[in-house]
């Protein structure tokens, strides 16, 4: 069964800070992976994707994220914060079958001014 | 706005009522999934369609939800015989289909408290 971990629950920076946010996964076949972002008030967004190919992958906003297979990882980084971009931010897996996704429990991440 | 709409957004119920909530996908996309998100937790996958085809359904959590896509396009799940237990987000969400892996949209979910 695929399962994905965000360790840390809460984050909190300050503008300018850089970002980083954990994302593993567990799954054994062929790995696509998501990051989703949830603004307060508003519904997830898709932020960036891996399918194949360069494991680093940009997304809007700034952010990136890079795809270590031998360390089943998922990271999502960002250089330097600003407050909008306080949100929650969701890793994911999807199946094989290109049917399921499977979130982790979510990183709430608050920027300070 | 042509992104997933739901409706309602948020439904109180007291226990023991049946419930249905509506999703309208994206324009011409053939896939369509239900998820469930309860507080401080990512979204869980309920079911999904191919079209009108429902072909995934093991992940629903009971056999009081049942959800349906008649014409392949709107969809509705319905949640008989409420619980407390039900209380959480219902997420729809949408997506092209076809070949090749793709990437499923969603909507603002709707929030459903019972009572």
């Known amino acids: 069964a695929q399962s994905v971990s965000q360790h840390n629950h809460h984050v909190i920076l300050s503008e300018a800070a850089s970002l980083e946010l954990g994302c593993n996964y567990s799954?054994?076949?062929?790995?696509?992976l998501f990051w989703y972002v949830q603004y307060p008030g508003q519904h997830l967004q898709l932020l960036l994707k891996y399918f194949s190919g360069d494991p680093l992958v940009k997304g809007i906003k700034g952010f990136e994220a890079e795809f270590i297979k031998s360390k089943f990882s998922f990271n999502l980084r960002k250089p330097s914060v600003q407050w909008s971009d306080t949100a929650e931010y969701f890793c994911a897996v999807l199946n094989n079958a290109g049917n399921m996704l499977t979130f982790g429990g979510g990183t709430r991440l608050m920027v300070k001014p | 706005d042509t992104g997933v709409s739901q409706d309602p957004r948020h439904k109180i119920t007291k226990r023991g009522q049946n419930v249905t909530f509506r999703c309208d996908p994206i324009s011409e996309h053939n896939r369509l999934y239900w998820y469930r998100q309860t507080l401080g937790q990512g979204p869980e996958f309920l079911t999904y369609f191919q079209n009108e085809a429902q072909l995934e359904k093991s992940r629903l959590l009971s056999d009081r939800f049942s959800a349906e896509r008649p014409k392949g396009s709107f969809s509705t799940l319905e949640i008989q015989r409420t619980e407390q237990g039900d209380s959480a987000m219902y997420l729809c969400a949408s997506s092209p289909g076809g070949a090749g892996t793709d990437t499923q949209y969603f909507g603002p979910g709707t929030r459903l408290t019972v009572l």
């Open positions: 799954y054994g076949g062929t790995v696509n």
